[in-house]
C-alpha cells in the first residue's frame, strides 16, 4: 500500500517540467547570471488599473536597472500615467510625468506632486525614503526567487514560455506594492528568449476592497538589453534640494 502511495506521489509532481528537454538553460540560473556589477536591464511597464472591471487608470514606467556590489540594485524610472476619471476624482498633479531615482543610498523625484514643492531654481528632491512607482505594483523579477516561486507553481512550462497561478503569500517581498491581501491569487505568464533570458511578464490580480469595490491590476512587463553597461547617476546637485531642507513638512 505504502508503495501505491509514494507512486501517486510521484505522479502527481507537475509533469510538465518533464516536457523541458535536460540540457536547456535554467531561467533561474541564467537570472542570477546576468545580476553583475556594471551591468543592467531596461524594463518596460504598463499596469491597467480597473475598480468594477472599468478602466480607472493607465500607468506607463520604463526602468533602466543597474547591479551594484552587494546585490543592490539602482534604477531611474521615467513614469507616465492616464485616468478617464482624471477631472472628477484625481488630483491633476499625480497624473502629471514624474523621474525616479535610486542611486547611493539615496531617492530623488521630479515631476508630479514633487514639482510644486520645490524652490525655485531647484527640480529634484532628495530623500531617505522612496517615492511610490508604478513599477511598484508588479512582480520584482530582479529577485531570482520570485522567478523561482513563480516556475514552482506553474501549470504549463516549456524552454520558452510558462504560466500559472500563485497567491500573493508565496511571492517574496511585497508583491504588487503591497496593496493586496496575502491570500489573493495571481494569474501570470513569462516568456524566455533563446538563451532563457525573461523577454516578458504578465501578471493579472483582483480583490474587494473595504470600499466595497473590486480593484483590478493587470500589468505587462518587458525585458530588453540585459547585460547591457548601466550607470545609475545621481541628479546634478545645483538643482537638488533636500527634504528635510524643505520650507514645509514633506510626507
Not at 56 to 79: C, I, P, Q, Y
Not at 220 to 233: E, H, L, P, S
Amino acid at each position: 500500500m505504502r508503495r501505491i502511495a509514494a507512486g501517486l506521489v510521484v505522479s502527481l509532481l507537475p509533469l510538465t517540467l518533464l516536457s523541458i528537454p535536460a540540457d536547456a538553460p535554467d531561467p533561474v540560473k541564467t537570472l542570477r547570471a546576468q545580476v553583475v556589477p556594471g551591468r543592467g536591464v531596461t524594463i518596460s511597464v504598463v499596469t491597467r488599473v480597473t475598480a468594477d472591471g472599468e478602466h480607472f487608470a493607465t500607468l506607463r514606467t520604463t526602468r533602466v536597472a543597474g547591479f551594484r556590489k552587494g546585490g543592490l540594485v539602482e534604477t531611474e524610472d521615467s513614469n507616465t500615467s492616464d485616468s478617464p476619471v482624471r477631472s472628477e476624482m484625481l488630483d491633476e498633479d499625480v497624473l502629471n510625468p514624474t523621474r525616479l531615482i535610486k542611486a547611493k543610498g539615496a531617492y530623488y523625484s521630479s515631476g508630479g506632486e514633487t514639482a510644486r514643492k520645490l524652490p525655485k531654481g531647484k527640480k529634484w528632491l532628495r530623500s531617505p525614503w522612496p517615492e511610490n512607482s508604478p513599477m511598484d505594483v508588479t512582480l520584482d523579477l530582479l529577485e531570482p526567487r520570485t522567478l523561482q516561486v513563480l516556475l514552482a507553481t506553474a501549470s504549463s512550462i516549456s524552454p520558452r514560455a510558462a504560466k500559472g497561478t500563485i497567491y500573493t503569500s508565496q511571492i517574496p517581498g511585497q508583491p504588487l506594492g503591497g496593496e493586496f491581501e496575502r491570500g489573493e491569487k495571481v494569474r501570470w505568464a513569462l516568456w524566455f528568449d533563446a538563451r532563457a533570458r525573461v523577454t516578458r511578464l504578465t501578471t493579472a490580480a483582483s480583490q474587494q476592497t473595504n470600499d466595497d469595490y473590486e480593484l483590478g491590476l493587470a500589468s505587462d512587463m518587458r525585458f530588453t538589453g540585459w547585460g547591457a553597461k548601466v550607470t545609475i547617476k545621481p541628479p546634478p546637485k545645483d538643482l537638488v534640494v533636500n527634504a528635510e531642507d524643505l520650507p514645509e513638512t514633506y510626507d
